[in-house]
């Protein structure tokens, strides 16, 4: 059993992915974050930065994208941005590489539209490198409990794998669950995601921090090589 808990359609993404590298266990979903618009007013001036899709819808119902400087952190984000009218230049996936790219641009002002919850300080490390940077948050990321499907599978003595891309999902189904699931496997999307989950046991951590790199995690998890705790 793999159990999603990105929001729906993101998940439902994934899973297609999945389904191309061959993966043939059953798929629940289970969204644990819910996403409240908060931006008020008009877009701000200056090239806007996004790194994630949620990012992206929030900004557009604030105003129009169309014509709008835009940097994506990966191209699922571009994608998004692109289908707004929006001009994108594209990073590699995530918010570290693409301080870099910026930094070795030189250009701005940029401005990130986020949520509440973020990961890494991407307009402090542009401001240290000198750049004018600005962020504004437009969303709030709050948890939702795990389907009770969701949670019998994780808690059941069944294997199942659980891919957490976020290190607040992490936090929130780890809370949702209240004990170890002993049956589990966590896939993390980074390090940090991986410290946010409070127990030692088996997981593994991707190679790369983007959508690929977490397939490739599942699919090495699926197949039934584990990591930590093995």
């Known amino acids: 059993m793999i159990v999603l808990t990105r929001p729906l359609p993101a998940a439902q993404r994934f899973a297609r992915m999945l389904r191309r590298a061959g993966?043939?266990?059953p798929i629940l979903f289970s969204p644990i974050i819910r996403i409240e618009l908060t931006g008020q007013g008009a877009l701000p001036a200056g090239t806007l930065v996004f790194t994630s899709?949620?990012?992206v819808h929030a900004a557009a119902a604030m105003g129009a994208l169309v014509g709008r400087d835009v940097i994506a952190v990966g191209p699922r984000t571009a994608a998004s941005a692109r289908a707004q009218g929006a001009r994108v230049t594209v990073g590699s996936g995530d918010v570290q590489t693409l301080a870099e790219m910026?930094?070795?641009q030189a250009?701005?002002?940029?401005?990130?539209?986020?949520?509440?919850?973020?990961?890494?300080?991407?307009?402090?490390?542009?401001?240290?490198a000198g750049l004018q940077a600005a962020a504004r948050v437009i969303y709030n990321q709050t948890p939702h409990?795990?389907?009770?499907?969701?949670?019998?599978a994780l808690k059941s003595d069944r294997?199942?794998?659980?891919?957490?891309?976020?290190?607040?999902?992490?936090?929130?189904?780890a809370q949702d669950l209240a004990e170890q699931p002993s049956k589990?496997?966590?896939?993390?999307?980074?390090?940090?995601?991986?410290?946010s989950w409070p127990w030692s046991g088996a997981?593994?951590?991707?190679?790369?921090?983007?959508?690929?790199?977490?397939?490739?995690?599942?699919?090495?998890?699926?197949?039934?090589?584990t990591g930590e705790g093995e």
């Open 23 to 25: 993966a043939t266990d």
């Open 184 to 195: 589990t496997l966590m896939v993390a999307l980074s390090a940090q995601v991986r410290e």
């Open 159 to 173: 294997p199942s794998v659980l891919p957490l891309f976020s290190a607040k999902s992490a936090e929130w189904v």
């Open 107 to 128: 250009g701005g002002p940029f401005v990130h539209l986020h949520g509440a919850h973020v990961t890494g300080d991407l307009v402090g490390n542009l401001r240290a």
């Open 203 to 225: 997981a593994l951590v991707a190679e790369r921090t983007e959508i690929g790199g977490m397939c490739a995690a599942v699919m090495q998890a699926v197949s039934g090589r």
């Open 102 to 104: 910026l930094i070795a």
């Open 145 to 152: 409990a795990l389907t009770e499907a969701a949670r019998n």
């Open 53 to 55: 899709e949620n990012g």
